[in-house]
């Protein structure tokens, strides 16, 4: 449920100095390209007061970078990418509802430089347009439902489930003092990595793809959000104000409890309770300088980046498992180091 | 996304004197025994964080009205009963995530004798629990991909979709000052008969059921709804107080667009100015008498019973149309009297 930012440089490049600004992998364009015109053809279908709302949070854009998984997921097992368009389409879906109703949940009033639907229409209309596209998910794969479509269907609900238990639970953290890694780690799998997950593999069910080719790139998807969610954790911390548009240490005074703070308490001892202290009530400069320090010299900071250099090893060892159709292979490798690029 | 209220007499018995209540039929109570364990088991499924919601809304129980239409429906086609409760889970997963949703939307804090969702864990928590219900619907339904179960996965996404249309409508009609008695149809017909007319016919394609059988039962549902909604707006003007638990002219008071309001508009004139006027602004004991009696003395209340009674016939036709298993049969003739009786 989380926004995949744009980085600007990828993990290969070294975090320090002038670097040139990434270069998003082509495929994003053509994801772009081939998927945007059948989601406007899926949301002419909604009733025009579902429209309205829709309309106006999809132009707010977005990377299709699920979109782009799908494609690339049905030609890594030797289809066209438009094999895959339906299961982009009906993805994106699931992934915009989701912001739609995230951003009630969260009060955000602004998303892709626009207001927010709630914002701009209030929460009732907020809360029908995400049902709409949700629901609207499920007509699109069924609509033709040959054995592949409804197989993709199948996926699809149960990743959004998925992705409904990693939302719930993160509200659910927010009132307790103390978080787990392990529940952090599940927490994100749900909320990040299961409609990944359902992205990279789903191309594949469309074309019919090999088990173990399904297998092997549903697990890419998985650890590529968990990588994926462990950078963005770090980037609330540590991420530059003028990349990021938030503070510094952003995710400390917003008390979230995101990975890094979670390895810190898990350490114990004097830094576990100045940390509970610190972030116990409304934090000053100093004492998100002061938590900053603490979390990276318990070494809690180097063990995030490790969780995600390690996630992101299996994303791109996931596909190795398996024949792939060889560029669409290199794609997937240049999409996930894209979208875990540290100094975003 | 309304509830069916309970009726105290059915349409048949004159709305006047001492009625005894009426005697619900007996399908209410078999089918919350064969779908209630049911409905636990797949809720069961649901991550812990969003079951403690869903149990507690569930735990509020309801009639069951559209689950017994998905066995009435399976029966209909010689079918056994068992064959619909798939379905009727589907169905009910359904309509109680839109009335999870509804509560948010609509403010209201109670339902069914405890708090609503919303006002028992907060409106972010009510959102995603409202998301499981409906993801939920779909995973039932495909877990076992039959081609029957498929089709009715397809039928029940459409049937959603114009049930979210029924409800942006419902609140875009909100701000407007006027509505005609056709746009409040159709708004009906979105917000209840669509999960009725799917309800009604969904245990027909679970058991493969003749194509003109699933067509007439779902004109079945589909008129019931709309009969139904027809009568639960004469009972928000004219209900008894005692009976519905609501003010006199409860939906006067709420400046609810519904059908006798808009019947009344459409007489236009003097009336039609009168009546917006004092609907314009808070109304006092009065007013509520004064537009009461506009209402009724233009016709308006006449032309809505009319509308109840015409759709009701509807409903029972459809049903005359194709062969039906003869009991079963008499049991959705029974359902539909007892949910559009008049003076519950």
Partial sequence: MTTLATPSTTLS??????????????ILTRAAGLVGPALA??????????RVPVEHHLRGGGKRVRAALVLL?????????????????AIELVHNYSLVHDDIIDGDRERRHQPTVWAEFGVGPAIVAGDALAALATQVLLE????????????????NQAMIAGQAADMAYETRDQVTVAECLAM??????????????????????PPASVHALSDYGDHLGIAFQAVDDLLGIWG????????????LLAHKKALPVAAAMAVGGAVADELQRILGGDLTEADVARATTLIEDCGARAEVTAIA???????LGALDRTPLQ??????????AHYVTARDR
Same sequence: chains 1, 2.
């Fill in 41 to 50: 053809t899926a949301v002419d279908r909604l009733d025009p007061a579902l």
């Fill in 240 to 251: 530059d104000p003028a990349v990021t548009g938030k503070p510094v240490g952003a995710d």
């Fill in 13 to 26: 490049t070294p975090p320090s100095g002038a670097v040139a600004p990434p270069v998003a992998p082509e």
């Fill in 144 to 159: 033709d439902p040959t054995p592949e479509r409804v197989q993709a269907a199948r996926r699809l609900a149960g990743a």
């Fill in 188 to 209: 994100e799998q749900g909320k990040t990595g299961a409609l990944l997950s359902c992205a990279a593999s789903l191309g594949a069910v469309l074309a019919g793809g």
């Fill in 309 to 315: 250099d390690t996630h992101l090893e299996l994303a």
């Fill in 73 to 89: 997921s049905a030609a890594a097992v030797g289809a066209d990418e438009q094999v895959g368009v339906v299961g982009a389409v």
């Fill in 326 to 335: 060889p560029s669409a292979k290199d794609e997937l490798l240049a999409v």
